[in-house]
T-cell receptor
């Protein structure tokens, strides 16, 4: 069964460093998403992406964040200058349609900023 | 702004019991409502999706209902098993974003 994959599974970085989280969505899906979950808190929406453009973003997704689909298979989330409060589990998701389809989530990347 | 609330926060039941998890949302203008399962430290596994025009969906021992007018959804788990122990999340789709509740952590004892 097709699945969303994410790399790395864990990443430790120093405050102020740039990190890139990678995702490979399900191959025929068209809509891509990033969410995050700070330990013990709700899963929070960051951004949605379609046709090489951001469709929607939350207040969390400020200028420190960016997304890119550099080729036909990968979808990345970049954090330019990490802060302690960026420590969280980051989930990528994808779906075939915009509103009528299940969003399928990857296993997540646990980011720890020291 | 859409808010999603799940009650109870935690639930412990003996194996074999039927149970209901509750989810409420503040804005009825949703495209769909999804239920997920999350095991500790793991990703989200989709369980059921209910379109806004639907009233319920079933998958095996799981049945989810949706009442948009009252802003409520329930997840019914029949004949619970220890393997059902996990956190169950509901999420309402508004726009392209899923807005999640904090979840109900279920523990089923054998």
């Amino acid at each position: 069964e097709p699945e969303v994959t994410q790399t790395p599974s864990h990443q430790v970085t120093q405050m102020g460093q740039e990190v890139i989280l990678r995702c490979v969505p399900i191959s025929n899906h068209l809509y891509f998403y990033w969410y995050r979950q700070i330990l013990g808190q709700k899963v929070e929406f960051l951004v949605s992406f379609y046709n090489n453009e951001i469709s929607e973003k939350s207040e969390i997704f400020d200028d420190q964040f960016s997304v890119e689909r550099p080729d036909g298979s990968n979808f990345t989330l970049k954090i330019r200058s990490t802060k302690l409060e960026d420590s969280a589990m980051y989930f990528c998701a994808s779906t075939l349609g915009e509103t009528e389809e299940t969003q399928y989530f990857g296993p997540g990347t646990r980011l720890l900023v020291l | 702004k859409q808010e999603v609330t799940q009650i109870p926060a935690a639930l412990s039941v003996p194996e074999g019991e039927n149970l209901v998890l509750n989810c409420s949302f503040t804005d009825s203008a949703i495209y769909n409502l999804q239920w997920f399962r999350q095991d500790p430290g793991k990703g989200l596994t989709s369980l059921l999706l209910i379109q806004s025009s639907q009233r319920e969906q079933t998958s095996g021992r799981l049945n989810a209902s949706l009442d948009k007018s009252s802003g409520r959804s329930t997840l019914y788990i029949a004949a619970s098993q220890p393997g059902d122990s996990a956190t169950y999340l509901c999420a309402a789709q508004a726009g392209t974003a899923l807005i999640f509740g904090k979840g109900t952590t279920l523990s089923v004892s054998s």
